[in-house]
């Protein structure tokens, strides 16, 4: 019963996720499972190769929110798409890069950012020790910021 640790595999038998765990009431393979999204694992087994250990990505140094629709009509903004920069971690990339609370981030890469789980993903898909490309709007001017991306510590 159950295939935690095995592939989890779509109708055309490709893996798009590791099985982790089940939950389940009678501890049968009836229940719900949780799996690591194959993406992430592929990710942290070159890291383990390259490096020894797992390297997690992103991380500039700010804390953000969703960007309220009040919000985003007060700053000037014709959607609610991206984060607003709440707090600056000092001596960051971020703080490096000048960022201030109130900052909204609206893309990365080139990419937009819709919100707050968006952001997360997208800066912690960058590697450790580059550089990324932020599109920022502060006071209703949009701003292109390279910034480092340091190495996520846990906390």
């Known amino acids: 019963p159950g295939n935690s640790g095995g592939p989890l595999l779509n109708v ?3 893996i798009i996720g590791i099985n982790t765990a089940i939950y389940s009431k009678s501890g049968e393979w009836l229940g719900i499972s949780f799996a690591v999204p194959s993406n992430v694992a592929k990710r942290s087994m070159e890291s383990i190769i390259q490096s020894g ?3 997690r990505g992103g991380a500039i140094g700010v804390s953000t929110a969703a960007l309220s629709a ?3 009509r007060e700053l000037g903004l014709p959607d ?4 607003v920069v709440i707090a600056v971690q000092r001596g ?7 960022f201030e609370v109130g900052d909204v981030i609206r893309a990365v890469n080139g990419k937009a ?8 993903k997208m800066i912690s898909e960058c590697e450790p020790g580059t550089k990324a490309e932020l599109k920022v709007v502060r006071e209703r001017k949009e701003w292109r910021v390279i910034c ?3 190495e996520a510590k846990r906390q």
Request: no cysteine.
């Open 80 to 83: 609610t798409k991206g984060v």
């Open 70 to 72: 009040v919000l985003a």
């Open 113 to 120: 950012v819709t919100g707050p789980q968006d952001w997360i």
């Open 12 to 14: 055309r038998g490709e």
């Open 92 to 98: 960051s990339p971020a703080d490096r890069a000048q």
């Open 53 to 55: 250990r797992v390297r």
């Open 148 to 150: 480092d991306v340091a």
